[in-house]
C-alpha cells in the first residue's frame, strides 16, 4: 500500500523563522516520485519540486530546501527566513512510475501561518 | 510551462441540476487526466483517472452515474456532477501529467 504522512497539521511562525514540514511516506516500489505542492487561499496547487527516489542528493531554491532521506522514508521541506506570502497549505505526495498512471497519493497537507 | 485551465472557478447551483466543469491542457496532449475532490481543511482525494478515447476509471466509493467523465480529445476532460446535492459541495481539481503533475485552477461547486 502507499501512503504519504505529514503529521502537522499546522504550524504558526513568525516571520523570519525557519521552518520543517515533515513528510514520511510508505511505498513498497523501487522508484516512485516524491512532490510538493504549495495551495494558496485561492485553491490552486503551485508544484515546488519532484524528487525521484534514485536521486538522495538535497535541493536548493532560493528559501527552499529539501531533505530525501530514503533510509527513513522521508522528505522534508523546510523554508529559510519565512514570510507572510509563505503562508498556505503544503501538500506532500508520492507518485508511482510503474502501472501505466501517474496518479499522486497526498498527505494530509500541512497548513503554515507566518505571521509579521 | 505546461498549462492545465479549469472551468469554472466558481459555480453555484440549485440542488437537483447538473454540473459541469471543464479541464483543458493547453499546450500539451493529455492521453490522461485525474479527477481529485477536496473538503474544506482535507487533503485531495482521487476520484477518478479520465482516459481519452475510453471508460473512466474510478477510485473505490464514487459513483459513476453521479460523477460523469467523459474526455472525448487529448486536450479536454469533463466532470459532470448529476443531479446534485448540498454534499456534492466542493472543491474539485484535475490534472493532467507529463513528468510533473499540473493542475487546473479548481473549481468550488456550491449546490443550494
Known amino acids: 500500500a502507499q501512503k504519504v504522512t505529514q503529521a502537522q497539521t499546522e504550524i504558526s511562525v513568525v516571520e523570519k523563522e525557519d521552518v520543517t514540514l515533515d513528510c514520511v511516506y510508505e511505498?513498497?516500489?523501487?522508484?516512485?516520485?516524491l512532490f510538493w505542492y504549495k495551495q494558496p487561499p485561492s485553491g490552486e496547487l503551485v508544484f515546488l519540486i519532484r524528487?525521484?527516489?534514485?536521486?538522495?542528493q538535497n535541493e536548493i531554491s532560493g528559501r527552499y530546501s529539501w531533505n530525501f532521506q530514503k533510509s527513513t522514508s522521508s522528505f522534508n521541506f523546510t523554508i529559510t527566513a519565512s514570510q507572510v506570502v509563505d503562508s498556505a497549505v503544503y501538500f506532500c505526495?508520492?507518485?508511482?512510475?510503474?502501472?501505466?498512471?501517474?496518479?499522486?497519493?497526498f498527505g494530509a497537507g500541512t497548513r503554515l501561518a507566518v505571521h509579521p | 510551462g505546461a498549462v492545465v485551465s479549469q472551468h469554472p472557478s466558481r459555480v453555484i447551483c440549485k440542488s437537483g441540476t447538473s454540473v459541469k466543469i471543464e479541464c483543458r491542457s493547453l499546450?500539451?496532449?493529455?492521453?490522461?487526466m485525474f479527477w481529485y475532490r477536496q473538503f474544506p481543511k482535507q487533503s485531495l482525494m482521487l476520484m477518478a483517472t479520465?482516459?481519452?478515447?475510453?471508460?473512466?476509471?474510478?477510485e473505490q466509493g464514487v459513483e459513476k452515474d453521479k460523477f460523469l467523465i467523459n474526455h472525448a480529445s487529448l486536450t479536454l476532460s469533463t466532470l459532470t456532477v448529476t443531479s446534485a446535492h448540498p454534499e456534492d459541495s466542493s472543491f474539485y481539481i484535475c490534472?493532467?501529467?507529463?513528468?510533473?503533475?499540473?493542475f487546473g485552477q479548481g473549481t468550488r461547486l456550491t449546490v443550494v
Open positions: 490534472s493532467a501529467s507529463t513528468y510533473e503533475a499540473f
Open positions: 511505498t513498497r516500489d523501487t522508484t516512485y516520485y
Open positions: 524528487r525521484n527516489s534514485f536521486d538522495e
Open positions: 505526495a508520492l507518485r508511482r512510475v510503474s502501472g501505466g498512471y501517474n496518479k499522486l497519493i
Open positions: 499546450d500539451f496532449q493529455a492521453t490522461t
Open positions: 479520465s482516459n481519452e478515447g475510453s471508460k473512466a476509471t474510478y
